[in-house]
């Protein structure tokens, strides 16, 4: 696929998305509006001036990670469009800033190579716990940045601007920085922690002092986010942490006991926290607690079940019955509204994106870019497969976004940097 084609293929996205609109409109009754223009425009903006920055300034990047981000993002869009038109025009906004922020990542790398990076490892790591802490600040006081508490969970910050105010999850960014810590790390200890020496009892371990400060900062990082009772975002981290000590070592063990550390870590959530026994309930008996923590994901089911396989259409099903449907359960309004079809193309947009990422990371020949773009992808996949498989009671409820789909601008920003430095890597690996 050429270039050409790529800026093709977003510019069907951007009209896609414009599409879903018009249909939103024509089935509450209304017509082509300003917001069919003003959502072509947008799309176009934010993907066409990535697209061009690309070309600009990582020419031999792999062509093949914007257009399903596209696709996601014109669905996406047009479903919230659906759900709530003010918080479509915020996330259009959202879209915007996001590209921007890529764009000068992607202007500031092309001066330098993303290796200079770790040289400031220890100011990354500083950095992204800075960000993980910043939730916990007092909710009022003179401070502009005040930490905000939702569903039980305490994952956002309120940032006065003096005209208004805004809401960012600082989380978003920082779990990006974490990766890049953990490769820097990794990238300098690959052969030591692939060794094993030391024998206890039918198992093979590093030695101590080279995994120890892994292990160190991993539990700091997770400590602060149980302390926000953000659990989807430890499990995600953790999962990201083995993950990337798989793709370093080779061993399958580390994959072995990073799942029984992270069922142990869940049961104990399940015993500690009230808002996980109701996730645990809705999960498993959702239908007997139909008046209670079943009823989202009751919901959720009835809209899948009614889609069948072409869906309802955009606009004449009633996805708005789920509760925060525009961010946790986005998936399930639209199998509603675009069926079984509608749904695997979600499904294919991101397996490809996920096989993409990690083929930029098979052929990358430098350690620190291989692990970074495969910590990149395994974020991306595991907080995919976490929200699709709460959804679809494959796995408990966690409370994440689904990338590039679901409403929030943290989520935004924090995707399209990681798919800015994807295509950074490939474009290196390249030249």
Do not use: C
């Amino acid at each position: 696929m050429t270039r050409t084609v790529e800026g093709g293929l977003l510019t069907g996205a951007a009209v896609l998305a414009a599409f879903g609109v018009t249909l939103v409109n024509l089935a509450g009754g209304g017509s082509l509006d300003a917001r069919v223009g003003l959502t072509f425009v947008v799309m176009l903006l934010a993907f066409g001036g990535v697209h061009l920055a690309i070309r600009r300034w990582a020419p031999s990047a792999s062509n093949a990670l914007l257009p399903p981000a596209a696709l996601l993002t014109a669905l996406g869009l047009a479903e919230i469009h659906r759900l709530d038109p003010a918080r479509a025009a915020l996330q259009q906004w959202w879209l915007l800033i996001a590209a921007g922020l890529a764009v000068g990542m992607l202007r500031i790398f092309a001066t330098t190579r993303l290796d200079t990076i770790r040289r400031y490892r220890n100011l990354l790591l500083a950095g992204a716990l800075v960000l993980l802490v910043l939730p916990l600040l007092p909710s009022s006081g003179p401070i502009p940045i005040k930490g905000l508490e939702a569903n039980g969970s305490r994952l956002w910050v309120l940032i006065d601007l003096g005209i208004t105010e805004m809401r960012f999850q600082p989380g978003e960014i920082a779990k990006l920085i974490v990766v890049l810590f953990l490769a820097s790390y990794l990238a300098e200890r690959q052969s030591s922690l692939a060794d094993r020496p030391r024998k206890v009892g039918p198992f093979h371990l590093p030695e101590p002092r080279q995994l120890f400060p892994l292990v160190l900062v991993w539990a700091a990082s997770l400590g602060v986010l149980v302390g926000q009772r953000d659990l989807g975002a430890s499990l995600l981290l953790f999962g990201a942490f083995v993950g990337m000590l798989y793709t370093a070592t080779g061993r399958p063990a580390y994959l072995a006991v990073g799942g029984l550390l992270a069922v142990g870590g869940g049961f104990a959530a399940y015993r500690v926290f009230d808002h996980v026994v109701r996730r645990v309930e809705a999960w498993i008996s959702p239908f007997e607690h139909f008046e209670g923590s079943g009823y989202q994901v009751a919901q959720a089911w009835f809209g899948m079940g009614t889609g069948s396989l072409s869906g309802s259409g955009l606009g004449l099903g009633r996805p708005d019955l789920i509760p925060n449907a525009d961010t946790d359960f986005i998936f399930a309004a639209i199998a509603e509204e675009l069926g079984f079809a509608g749904s695997i193309a979600v499904i294919a947009a991101f397996a490809m994106l996920v096989a993409v990422g990690f083929g930029i990371a098979l052929r990358s020949r430098d350690r620190f870019r291989k692990l970074t773009a495969a910590g990149l992808t395994w974020v991306f996949a595991l907080q995919t497969l976490l929200i699709l498989g709460g959804v679809l009671r494959l796995v408990p409820l966690t409370g994440i976004t689904l990338p590039f789909v679901s409403y929030g601008g943290s989520s935004l920003v924090g995707n399209f940097l990681l798919v800015g430095l994807l295509a950074r890597i490939s474009h290196e690996e390249q030249t």
